[in-house]
């Protein structure tokens, strides 16, 4: 029996992506932190709870082939969404379950990997009492939690827009979806009209603008709810600690380094901190966090040394995020704009412009022998946050001397999203073994890749333009609507060329895409 406790049943939620749910980012944030990541050699189990529509896990499963891979959610209309794309993507590897979290089978068994993103602010305290008992009775030893929630301080000023919305979308009559159309145009009167509140909150004012971008579906299942919950990060140590997992680390990599998260004049604050879970709720004032993805682990094993972590997380190859970097560089993640320059950075740089390689690899290298191993390890993490560096599974794919008129999908879950993503307004992910991961592309990149692969190169251009006009879709460029034919045609031409001579032989080096 299904208990909704609240939650809305009525409007599918969307589809998405998010890299941070990858078993590679979360090994690869639990080494950086120290601790001994699970699902070496890709033999591991992976369970993501409120799996949505399931084009996570799905992704995940086509991209990591010896792994299991389960998916929960409440929804059938969620679930039989995945159940489709799990059969027409061949994905023996993957199953979803229509299920509450109280009514999980006891032989379902443990996993080395469990994911809870979109669950916990959305959930009464009943199901949050479940999560914990799931996390006790199967987070296998050595395993990592995902777990993503609203966080304080970020939503102390925007709290009330959620208030506004759910009380209006009460009064009014229809689905789920009628109900946040209608609250968002009162949301809208009451900013243009200048409440008071909108008056004296700028950036929830501004955060109207942002809301009017989003799915109906995604305002209606973020703010509808009869439970939704923000939470200080302490709050949610002490509340998982109830199950015996311990604070690990946070996802994206860079919420590992305080230094790219504060501003400068902070940072003697957290030179001084007493501990990692005091800098934490240090950095979410200092940073006014609104959202965190942290991970959490049962009886990780402790990463004292070079060689330690060698043994245990070798496996990961690590390369530049792309090419031309030069020094000094500059990135800007969010609060902080930080500058990297020296070495070892400009040496890693060189070497992994070069080839993907793993640690041992790397300080192997002529160019790096010499620097201390501890110094390159902080280095290359620095690297991965900033963005200069990405991690993969495995080795690249050489490119062909000369590119096929018609590549082929390497994995039928790949052919099948491109067939069903045409010209979508969603980016998706597709699927690859090198990463891990998934790589997003846009709808029209799917249509262009679908049309590629199954009809060739010849009349291209035509061809997705043709399809293009087909939708009835308008399309835009600099937010702007495209109505001048020639405008179009020319706009379909370059994205033509950019999927051809750029994302195509990235998508091959990835393994997404081969030679026929």
Same mark, same amino acid.
């Given at each position: 029996m299904l208990a909704s406790s609240g939650y809305?049943?009525?409007?599918?939620?969307?589809?998405?992506?998010?890299?941070?749910?990858?078993?590679?980012?979360?090994?690869?944030?639990?080494?950086?932190?120290?601790?001994?990541?699970?699902g070496r050699a890709g033999a591991f189990r992976y369970l993501e709870l409120g799996c949505g529509l399931g084009r996570v896990f799905t992704t995940l499963a086509a991209a990591n082939p010896e792994a299991e891979f389960v998916g929960v959610d409440i929804n059938p209309v969620h679930t039989a969404f995945a159940d489709r794309d799990i059969r027409a993507g061949r994905l023996a590897n993957a199953r979803v379950l229509t299920l509450d979290f109280a009514s999980l089978p006891e032989d379902?068994?443990?996993?080395?990997?469990?994911?809870?993103?979109?669950?916990?602010?959305?959930?009464?305290?009943?199901?949050?009492?479940?999560?914990?008992?799931?996390?006790?009775?199967?987070?296998?030893?050595?395993?990592?939690? #995902?777990v993503s929630y609203n966080a304080m301080p970020g939503w102390s000023h925007l709290?009330?827009?959620?208030?506004?919305?759910?009380?209006?979308?009460?009064l009014r009559q229809g689905d789920a979806q009628q109900k946040a159309r209608d609250a968002m145009a009162y949301l809208v009167l009451l900013r243009e009209r200048q409440a008071k509140y909108f008056l004296d909150n700028p950036a929830a004012a501004a955060y109207v603008d942002s809301l009017l971008h989003q799915d109906v579906n995604y305002v209606a299942h973020e703010y509808l709810h009869d439970h939704w919950s923000t939470y200080y990060f302490s709050d949610?140590?002490?509340?998982?600690?109830r199950a015996g997992v311990g604070y690990v680390g946070s996802l994206p990599a860079f919420q590992n380094f305080w230094e790219f998260c504060v501003r400068p004049e902070f940072h003697d604050l957290f030179r001084t901190s007493v501990s990692r879970l005091v800098s934490e709720a240090h950095k979410d004032i200092c940073a006014n966090t609104a959202f965190r993805w942290d991970l959490y682990g049962l009886s990780c094993g402790l990463i004292g040394s070079v060689a330690d972590r060698l043994a245990c997380a070798d496996d990961i190859l690590y390369r530049?995020?792309?090419?031309?970097i030069t020094?000094?560089?500059?990135?800007?993640?969010?609060?902080?704009?930080?500058?990297?320059?020296?070495?070892?950075?400009?040496?890693?740089?060189?070497?992994?412009?070069?080839?993907?390689?793993? #640690?041992?690899?790397?300080?192997?290298?002529?160019? #790096?022998?010499?620097?201390?191993?501890?110094?390159?390890?902080?280095?290359?993490?620095?690297?991965?946050?900033m963005g200069l560096f990405e991690i993969l599974a495995q080795p690249m794919q050489e490119l062909p001397a000369e590119l096929p008129d018609q590549p082929h999908v390497a994995h039928p879950f790949n052919a099948h999203l491109l067939a069903t993503e045409a010209f979508g307004d969603r980016p998706i992910a597709l699927a690859s073994r090198v990463s891990g991961s998934g790589y997003p592309v846009t709808?029209?990149?799917?249509?262009?890749?679908?049309?590629?692969?199954?009809?060739?190169?010849?009349?291209?251009?035509?061809?997705?333009?043709?399809?293009?006009?087909a939708t009835g879709k308008t399309m835009n460029h600099n937010g702007q609507p495209v109505t001048d034919p020639n405008q179009m045609k020319s706009l379909i031409d370059q994205a033509c060329r950019q999927v051809r001579e750029v994302l195509v032989p990235q998508l091959m080096r990835l393994g997404v895409l081969v030679a026929p």
């Amino acid at each position: 029996m299904l208990a909704s406790s609240g939650y809305i049943t009525d409007t599918p939620y969307v589809p998405g992506f998010y890299a941070n749910m990858a078993p590679i980012a979360m090994r690869h944030v639990a080494v950086l932190n120290r601790n001994v990541p699970p699902g070496r050699a890709g033999a591991f189990r992976y369970l993501e709870l409120g799996c949505g529509l399931g084009r996570v896990f799905t992704t995940l499963a086509a991209a990591n082939p010896e792994a299991e891979f389960v998916g929960v959610d409440i929804n059938p209309v969620h679930t039989a969404f995945a159940d489709r794309d799990i059969r027409a993507g061949r994905l023996a590897n993957a199953r979803v379950l229509t299920l509450d979290f109280a009514s999980l089978p006891e032989d379902l068994g443990r996993f080395d990997f469990i994911a809870v993103h979109g669950v916990l602010s959305w959930v009464s305290a009943e199901v949050r009492e479940q999560l914990l008992a799931i996390c006790r009775a199967h987070l296998a030893p050595g395993g990592v939690l #995902l777990v993503s929630y609203n966080a304080m301080p970020g939503w102390s000023h925007l709290q009330p827009i959620r208030g506004i919305l759910r009380q209006y979308a009460s009064l009014r009559q229809g689905d789920a979806q009628q109900k946040a159309r209608d609250a968002m145009a009162y949301l809208v009167l009451l900013r243009e009209r200048q409440a008071k509140y909108f008056l004296d909150n700028p950036a929830a004012a501004a955060y109207v603008d942002s809301l009017l971008h989003q799915d109906v579906n995604y305002v209606a299942h973020e703010y509808l709810h009869d439970h939704w919950s923000t939470y200080y990060f302490s709050d949610v140590v002490e509340f998982f600690a109830r199950a015996g997992v311990g604070y690990v680390g946070s996802l994206p990599a860079f919420q590992n380094f305080w230094e790219f998260c504060v501003r400068p004049e902070f940072h003697d604050l957290f030179r001084t901190s007493v501990s990692r879970l005091v800098s934490e709720a240090h950095k979410d004032i200092c940073a006014n966090t609104a959202f965190r993805w942290d991970l959490y682990g049962l009886s990780c094993g402790l990463i004292g040394s070079v060689a330690d972590r060698l043994a245990c997380a070798d496996d990961i190859l690590y390369r530049v995020a792309r090419a031309g970097i030069t020094f000094p560089c500059q990135v800007n993640l969010g609060q902080v704009v930080s500058t990297v320059q020296g070495e070892p950075f400009e040496s890693l740089t060189a070497v992994l412009s070069r080839s993907a390689l793993r #640690l041992s690899e790397l300080m192997a290298a002529p160019e #790096l022998s010499a620097c201390d191993p501890d110094v390159l390890v902080t280095s290359l993490d620095a690297g991965v946050a900033m963005g200069l560096f990405e991690i993969l599974a495995q080795p690249m794919q050489e490119l062909p001397a000369e590119l096929p008129d018609q590549p082929h999908v390497a994995h039928p879950f790949n052919a099948h999203l491109l067939a069903t993503e045409a010209f979508g307004d969603r980016p998706i992910a597709l699927a690859s073994r090198v990463s891990g991961s998934g790589y997003p592309v846009t709808g029209l990149d799917a249509a262009i890749l679908h049309e590629l692969t199954t009809a060739g190169s010849e009349v291209l251009e035509q061809r997705v333009l043709d399809g293009f006009r087909a939708t009835g879709k308008t399309m835009n460029h600099n937010g702007q609507p495209v109505t001048d034919p020639n405008q179009m045609k020319s706009l379909i031409d370059q994205a033509c060329r950019q999927v051809r001579e750029v994302l195509v032989p990235q998508l091959m080096r990835l393994g997404v895409l081969v030679a026929p």
